[in-house]
Structure formats: C-alpha cells, structure tokens
C-alpha cells in the first residue's frame, strides 16, 4: 500500500495549532499574573497633637559653683605643739567655739614672767612717786638743790614708763596664750583638719588647719556674658529684685529661691565674662560648698509662642525636623527653628503654624507624602507598681499527687 500526504493542508493544520497553542499559553500567563499581585500595606499608625499658642515666660540659665559666703581658713597664731582637736569635722560650729589646741605650757610660764616684770616695776614706781612727793615740799622752801628735785623727777618718770612696757608685756603674754586655743570666728561648717595631733604649728606653717565656711546664706557664682550684662544696664533692670532658682545636680529644683547680691569689678578679658555672686538661704546646710549647680531667671514672657513636645523635634546635622500631617493625612516633614525649652516642650520660631498636627509617636515611619494614619497622641501616665496580694505568695501544701489506676 501506498502513503501520500498532502504537504499544504499538513502546514496549515500545524501552524494553526500553534497559534492556538500560544493563545492558550498567554492567557494562562495573564491569569496567574493577575492573581499574584500583592496587596499594598495600610499606612502606619502615627501619633499626632496639634500646635499650642500660649505665652511663656523666658528663662535664662547659667552654670554655678556654691562657696561659703564667708571662707575662714583657720592658721595658728603662736608656734607650738597641737595637743587637740575639739570639734567634729564636717559639722557645724559656732563662732568663738573651740576648734584646737597648743600646747599652753610655756606660754603660761611666760605670762607669770610678765606679772612678775609687772609687779617689780611698779614697786620701784611706788618708790619713785613718793620720793617725789617727799622732795617738791622742800624744794619750794629751798631746804634741797634743784638738782635733787631733778632726779627724782626722772626716776619717778622712768619707772612710770617701765611699769607701762611692763603692763603691755603682760597683755602680750595673755594675748599668746589665748591663741593656744584656735576659736572659729564665724558660725558655719569646719572642714576636714589639714594637720595632726602633735604637729608642731606655727605662724609660717604653709599648711592651713582647716577651713570653716559660712553656708547660711550660700553663694552661687555665675559667669554672664559681656552682651547680657550690656544688655541689663541698657534695660536699668534692678537685679537685685529678679528671683532666682537653683537646680542641683539631681535635677530637682532647690526649694528656696535667691537673688543677685554682688558683681565683679571687671570683666575677664580671657573670657568675656563678668563673675556674679548670687545667695540663697540654707537653713538645714543642704547645699555645701564646691557643688554645682544651674542658676535660673525668669528675665520676660514671650506672647503667642508656639508650643510642641520635645519628642516630636527631631534633630539631624544641627537642623531641627518635624514631621507635618496634611489635611488629605500624608506627611510633610519641615525644617524648623527652636527657642527656648519650656519643660518638656520646645517654643518653635519658624517653620510651624497654629493648629498645625505634627507626629509625636511613629516618626520613624513615615516618609515625606506618604499617606498615615492619625491617632491622637495621649501621653503615658507614670506606671504604678503593682500591689503585691500577701495571701497569694504564701507558701501552700502540694496537692497529692494521683494514683494511677492499674
């Protein structure tokens, strides 16, 4: 038998076969595509406040140190042996109390010299004045010479003076021997003691023995700028009634407030900056000396200031970003210029305006016009620690465990 086949109609069967084959093949691509296409994400969740407009009074602020308002540093007066110490160190005292003593042996020893120097001269005074008295009688009836009447002019005159440096030695020796007893003198805090029991001490010493302070009011010394200082005369603002506040080192604000009591005679041309001493009182020697501490003046108020969390500024290379929500809810974020703090807020010069909605919680999230999603900002009460239930922590027996059945 024998096969023919007809070539045309064989070409035209295949080549429409692979046409259909393709149709098919693109359709089936174009399904899957369309049912693997992702769903976009739901914009993020962002926190949002709107601007405050409130005024605001303006502080300035300057580092201080606190010294005593008067620093006694306490040296001996008389050379000898230290045999005690009387006060407790650290602790107040008062003025005239007792800090130290020296050795008061020999100066006792030369305080009886001196009363004895005293009495022998004035002996020999007594002596001379009534030899004296004795003479000017007969001298005015001619019964002695002149030269008699003379000398005991003199010597009654030269034991009058020697009874004088005799009576000033005695001073001198009581004077010695009080300074073997070292008071304070002036109410407040005696340091740590510089020199031991049995040192010998003297007037040229090199080493102080302690110092006291008076803390009661304390001073705090700030450094202003030549501008500011300037800038307080030109005002002819009186310093002296501005209320200050101290925040100490912890943060907390002292609760007493002070005042500006002294300012230097010039200006440290080093620094620019002239050196003020302000007080504040200290009843319970809270504050001692050498602690630091930031001194606060409300100098003005600054009306309509625009408000805005501190959180909600971001900082980036010295320029400050805060993220604006628009009214169709997609971010903008603006360059901004801020002012001084306000507690927990900043006070924005530029770049803000009233009722605007910033983001406050979520800035990470967003990206200049993408759309948010806005909630408001609520801020987070401080956590109370949980009350622990006394019946629940003790201890209770250990239920019996089951048998198993067999």
Not at 38 to 45: K, L
Not at 312 to 325: D, N, S
Request: include cysteine; hydrophobic fraction near 35%.
């Amino acid at each position: 038998m024998q096969w023919t086949f007809d070539t045309k109609n064989s070409r035209k069967a295949m080549n429409t076969g692979l046409i259909a084959g393709g149709l098919l093949c693109g359709m089936l691509v174009v399904v899957g595509c369309e049912k693997e296409k992702p769903v976009p994400p739901p914009p993020p969740t962002v926190e949002v406040t709107t601007v405050t407009v409130q005024d605001v009074p303006i502080y300035k602020e300057w580092i201080g140190t606190l010294d005593g308002n008067v620093n006694a540093v306490i040296r001996p007066q008389v050379s000898g042996y230290l045999v005690k110490q009387n006060y407790r160190e650290g602790e107040p005292v008062k003025k005239g109390q007792v800090l130290f003593e020296i050795d008061p042996r020999t100066f006792q020893a030369s305080l009886n010299q001196a009363k004895g120097q005293l009495a022998q001269q004035q002996a020999r005074y007594d002596t001379s004045k009534a030899n004296l008295a004795r003479i000017k009688p007969l001298a005015a009836k001619n019964a002695v010479s002149q030269k008699d009447l003379d000398d005991a002019t003199g010597s009654e005159l030269s034991s009058r003076s020697s009874v004088e440096t005799a009576q000033a030695a005695l001073e001198n020796a009581q004077l010695n021997l009080s300074f073997t007893k070292i008071t304070s003198p002036v109410d407040g805090i005696a340091g740590i003691a510089k020199t031991q029991l049995g040192n010998l001490v003297g007037p040229s010493s090199s080493q102080e023995l302690t110092t006291v302070s008076s803390v009661n009011p304390i001073k705090a010394f700030i450094n202003i700028s030549e501008r500011e200082y300037l800038s307080a005369k030109e005002g002819r603002k009186n310093v002296e009634s501005i209320v200050l506040e101290l925040i100490l080192a912890d943060g907390s604000v002292y609760p007493h407030k002070g005042r500006f009591s002294l300012a230097d005679r010039q200006v440290d041309p080093a620094t620019g900056t002239l050196k003020l001493g302000t007080l504040f009182a200290n009843q319970n020697n809270l504050l001692r000396p050498g602690q630091y501490g930031r001194v606060r003046a409300a100098v003005g108020v600054r009306k309509a200031a625009l408000l805005v969390p501190q959180r909600a500024v971001a900082e980036m290379q010295g320029k400050y970003l805060v993220t604006v929500i628009k009214a169709d809810n997609t971010a903008d974020i603006r360059p901004v210029k801020v002012a001084e703090q306000v507690g927990t807020q900043w006070v924005i010069t530029e770049g803000l305006q009233p009722g605007d909605k910033i983001v406050v919680e979520g800035i990470q999230k967003v990206r200049p016009g993408s759309p948010v999603n806005p909630q408001p900002f609520v801020p987070k009460a401080p956590q109370a620690q949980a009350k622990i239930d006394p019946a629940a922590t003790e201890a209770k027996p250990a239920a019996p465990a089951k048998q198993e059945k067999r």
